[in-house]
């Protein structure tokens, strides 16, 4: 049994998670979001040694067994999508564009704009809250573009 150094645990989980985006062809974002869901957190800032390494069992069963690791990250509940505001809302549309442009090989760019069309919006930030749930629950990630924008008044 080898010791790691948080910062070790750190490097090592990240590595491992390049090797798993490039075995699986997976988003890199997605990779993240599932170790971080898998040890029950939002973001790996700030965790200790034990989670790090619980989350680097994950990507290690993950690499030894790619048909092991989660499809995907579930679809956000309506009342946990009511408990975000601003900034987490931006946060949760962002995370949609990286799947859309590696399933569809297109530019972010048009991944963004579509998104900012759905809510009406010339960008995420000027979009109300209200519109970006909305958006979130009508369009959740699935690699598809597919869905009429909100028409522009």
Not at 7 to 35: K, Y
Not at 137 to 145: E, F, I, T
Request: hydrophobic share 40%; charged share 20%.
């Amino acid at each position: 049994m080898t010791l790691l150094s948080e910062n070790q645990a750190r490097q090592r989980l990240n590595w491992r998670v390049e090797q798993l985006v490039s075995a699986t062809g997976r988003h890199g974002r997605t990779v993240n979001t599932l170790a971080n869901d898998s040890i029950g957190v939002k973001t790996r800032k700030g965790i200790c040694l034990v989670q790090l390494g619980a989350a680097l069992t994950h990507v290690e069963q993950w690499l030894a067994d790619p048909a092991s690791m989660p499809a995907g990250r579930p679809a956000i509940s309506r009342a946990d999508l009511d408990q975000l505001h601003g900034a987490e809302l931006r946060n949760l549309l962002t995370t949609y564009a990286g799947p859309l442009v590696k399933a569809l090989h297109t530019a972010i760019p048009l991944v963004q704009l579509r998104l900012n069309d759905w809510m009406d919006a010339p960008s995420r930030a000027q979009a109300t809250d209200e519109l970006r749930r909305a958006t979130a629950r009508r369009h959740p990630p699935s690699g598809s573009l597919a869905g009429e924008p909100t028409p522009r008044t």
